[in-house]
């Protein structure tokens, strides 16, 4: 069953307890042990969430690979300051 919860983390990302469950066929409670089970070894990162989904309050635990890391946001970053000499060519 573990293996089972690491491999759709792979495939889908982070993902609420409850969309796990639903999506492995899994008792909330029985996920809830597997999930603590993995958190404690170091292969999930596990987080209380508190999500409004059309204004309805959805809380849970949000889970990810630990290896999985989010994107970095595209862009500029803060705090990069461009080099005002960088344009300019040495003569």
């Known amino acids: 069953m573990i293996a089972s919860i690491l491999k759709y983390l792979r495939a889908n990302g982070e ?9 492995l066929n899994i008792p909330m409670a029985q996920l809830k042990t597997h999930v603590a089970h993995l958190s404690n070894s170091g292969d999930v990162i596990c987080c209380k969430v508190t999500r409004f989904i059309e204004g309805k309050k959805i809380e849970g635990i949000s889970c990810r690979l630990s290896c999985d890391l989010p994107a970095p946001a595209r862009g500029r970053k803060p705090g990069v300051k461009k080099d005002p000499n960088a344009d300019k060519f040495p003569e």
């Not at 993902?15 to 999506?23: G, R, T, V």
């Open 15 to 23: 993902q609420l307890d409850a969309d796990i469950a639903l999506a």
